[in-house]
């Protein structure tokens, strides 16, 4: 086990607790020792929550090692079954209780209580945080689920909705705009889960004609149990981005036999809009390198390729079980996969690939403020400002919207900086300037500094390579005859007879000083 600073993801039973936070009516009986049981803030400080997990602890001690920890771990299940009264319960060990092997799964089944007790098997020192959230999610579909779909004549289609979990990222606000999409498809939700389930709406999922899996890293596994043992249909298409909310339509009104038509027509996004417009001509070609959980990585690399014009420079997951596909969607930008949980790692891949925009974790959102380079958060492990109040989706057309706001800001305060940098010489913007939208009163300010041009009996005529020329031509339109002028006057007041990118951005920078 490597020591770190951060980590991407916690050991699989802090999964197993995102399954249990996110669903009503059960309960998880941890065996830990203290110290393991700092997951509380997790859900009740960064995510928010109004209420604690439905956790408890043993919480056993060093010296209760030479004692019956089995005994204390019964206890804890006993006490929590009096306490809570839960439809259902997940017992299992934390990756310290795994050292004294007190098989938790055994020990609640000899106390013969009278609801379903669902033993998890997470080996700490092999697996991670989503793995066990997939992991627990698949345990319980496979103990709880049943039901059989009613003959589909005289009614809606029906669905479930798979993945949303606690303290992922935006998977509240996803599931109200992917259910806003199925409601006007004409498609009713049987379950989601397990965010908002409880065991016996898991004991329900069979009644549903298909499923619609929205983080495959955690459902995924599931779909394909009910898929195998009731024979339904699963869509696995991650509507992030236009196009992909437009294949995922028109794949759920395959599944569910209706006309997509109607949904598609009234698309709302102005994500395609705004990248056609002449402002976001700025954007075209920017270098941008991207890294989180596979579901948001790739959906982002397809996004900023696609829909944006983005150039992809960098491409990664710490999600090794899906190395494959991100591996795959590399290959298609001509670029190598970063596949590693080493926030080290992602730095020097950062550093070498040069982009001009990151989007990743919380990790690589310090990562770029070091490097002095704008980022936008696409993927947990997040932080509590990545828990807005407001409605902020990722999936959907509203998401869309979102995306292009959240991922377009910092690139366009980017160019911010760079007009006061253009302008710090003239005669409005310089430092000792009235407000432009104030009146003048009393002297005027005094006249920005400039040097006199020699004396000449005729301006000395200044050429524009044909590389620098294309250059000049990335600068916006509404400042491009202000960097023309600017970059003219610097070639003349040195005598350069051919202005090339190199005097292009030599102007650049000394009227930015």
Not at 138 to 147: I, N, S
Not at 161 to 170: K, N, S, Y
Not at 495 to 500: D, M
């Amino acid at each position: 086990m490597q020591l770190t600073l951060w980590t991407y993801e916690g050991p699989p039973h802090i999964g197993a607790m995102r399954i249990a936070t996110a669903m009503r009516g059960l309960h998880y009986v941890l065996h830990a020792p203290q110290g393991d049981t700092y997951a509380d803030l997790l859900f009740t400080m960064i995510e928010r929550r109004d209420a604690r997990p439905p956790v408890t602890y043993t919480t056993f001690q060093a010296r209760d090692l030479g004692a019956d920890t089995a005994a204390i771990f019964q206890d804890a299940v006993a006490h929590a079954y009096a306490r809570f009264r839960p439809q259902a319960m997940i017992v299992g060990a934390s990756c310290t209780a795994e050292l004294i092997q007190d098989d938790p799964g055994g020990l609640a089944r000899a106390l013969d209580l009278p609801i379903p007790v669902i033993p998890l098997e997470l080996p700490a020192y092999q697996k991670k945080e989503n793995w066990g959230a997939s992991e627990t999610f698949y345990r319980l579909v496979r103990a709880l689920a049943g039901g059989t779909a009613a003959p589909r004549a005289g009614r809606r289609p029906l669905c479930n909705v798979l993945g949303p979990t606690a303290l992922g990222f935006r998977h509240r606000d996803d599931l109200v705009e992917i259910t806003k999409i199925l409601g006007a498809l004409g498609i009713d939700v049987n379950v989601v889960a397990p965010l908002g389930a409880t065991p016996a709406d898991l004991g329900r999922l069979g009644e549903a004609d298909f499923n619609v899996v929205l983080y495959p890293e955690i459902a995924r596994a599931a779909g394909l149990h009910l898929q195998k043992t009731f024979g339904q249909p699963m869509v696995e298409i991650v509507p992030i981005g236009v196009q992909a909310t437009i294949r995922f339509v028109e794949a759920v009104a395959a599944a569910a036999g209706v006309d997509p038509a109607p949904v598609l027509a009234g698309a709302p996004s102005r994500l395609p809009w705004y990248a056609r417009s002449v402002d976001s001509t700025y954007l075209t070609d920017k270098r941008v390198f991207i890294f989180g959980d596979a579901t948001h990585a790739l959906a982002a690399a397809r996004v900023a390729a696609t829909e944006l014009g983005f150039r992809v420079v960098g491409l990664g997951t710490y999600t090794r079980e899906f190395a494959r596909e991100v591996r795959a969607e590399a290959a298609l930008h001509g670029i190598e996969a970063t596949i590693t949980d080493d926030y080290l790692d992602v730095e020097a891949a950062i550093q070498a690939a040069g982009p001009e925009l990151v989007l990743g974790t919380q990790m690589e959102r310090h990562i770029a403020k070091r490097l002095g380079l704008p980022c936008a958060v696409i993927s947990a492990p997040v932080h509590v400002q990545d828990f807005p109040a407001r409605h902020a989706p990722q999936m959907g057309f509203e998401g869309a919207n979102v995306l292009f706001d959240t991922w377009v800001h910092p690139l366009m305060m980017g160019l911010e900086e760079h007009l006061l940098g253009m302008f710090r010489e003239d005669a409005e913007f310089h430092g000792a300037a009235a407000p432009s939208h104030l009146p003048r009163h009393g002297t005027a300010p005094a006249a920005a500094h400039t040097e006199a041009l020699p004396a000449q009996a005729e301006p000395i005529r200044v050429a524009w390579a044909t590389e620098a020329e294309k250059e000049l031509k990335k600068i916006p339109f509404f400042v491009r005859g202000k960097a023309r002028a600017n970059t003219e006057r610097f070639a003349r007041e040195r005598a350069l007879p051919l202005i090339t990118v190199e005097t292009l951005y030599d102007a650049k920078a000394h009227f930015g000083r």
